[in-house]
Antibody
């Protein structure tokens, strides 16, 4: 069965960076893409970006373009999201979600989310 | 970028009620509009993809419809486990924006 298991909670100081990992299993990793989505406490879903495992093609939301990097590692079936220059309003739960490598598909499997807290 | 609005932002309903949630896009889209359900403390779950296709394993009381700039999610007979927040999302081309959400409670 498809599973996405994310790394554990993080506490960071303002200005620091964070890396969230998402280990996939139960399907052919290279056939997929990943979206990263975050949710601040009590707020809605915010799409951060998308990366194709096969092609490496990636798209970032304008709000994050200068601070985010998404990568994948096919040797370990893991997707990564790096966010730099953290601010207090980056405190949120960060989700990885699997999509098809073609546009149009929904996010059909989600990780459990990783809580990132930014506080001095 | 295409913007999404949802209405209502919240609603109160009873078990057995028919519930309709609307998602409007700022431009006409080709149809890659998805709907997700998020229960408190859980990750989102896809219900409907490509406007009207029911995701495998999702009960048939959920349905989607629409075209152009207006789309709807309908729950034909609300069940206790359906009290949650619902989001629409574009997936035709990035950015894969989410709507602001509609909270359905008792």
């Amino acid at each position: 069965q498809v599973q996405l298991v994310q790394s554990g909670a993080e506490v960071k100081k303002p200005g620091a960076s964070v890396r969230v990992s998402c280990k996939a299993s139960g399907y052919t990793f290279t056939s997929s893409a990943f979206s990263w989505v975050r949710q601040a406490p009590g707020q809605g879903l915010e799409w951060m970006g998308w990366i194709s495992v096969y092609s490496g093609e990636r798209y970032y939301a304008q709000n994050f373009q200068d601070r985010v990097t998404m990568t994948t590692d096919s040797s370990t079936n893991t997707a990564y999201m790096d966010l730099r220059s953290l601010r207090s309003d980056d405190t949120a739960r960060y989700y990885c979600a699997r999509q098809s490598s073609k546009f149009g598909s929904p996010a059909d499997y989600w990780g459990q989310g990783t809580l990132v807290t930014v506080s001095s | 970028d295409i913007q999404l609005t949802q209405s209502p932002s919240s609603l109160s309903a009873s078990v057995g009620d028919r519930v309709t949630i609307t998602c409007r896009t700022s431009q006409s889209i080709t149809g890659y509009l998805n709907w997700y359900q998020q229960r408190p403390g859980q990750a989102p779950k896809v219900l409907i993809y490509a406007v009207s296709s029911l995701q495998s394993g999702v009960p048939s009381r959920f349905s989607g419809s629409g075209s152009g700039t207006n789309f709807t999610l309908t729950i034909s007979s609300l069940q206790p486990e359906d009290f949650a927040t619902y989001y629409c999302q574009l997936s035709y081309t990035p950015p894969f924006t989410f709507g602001p959400g509609t909270k359905v409670d008792i």
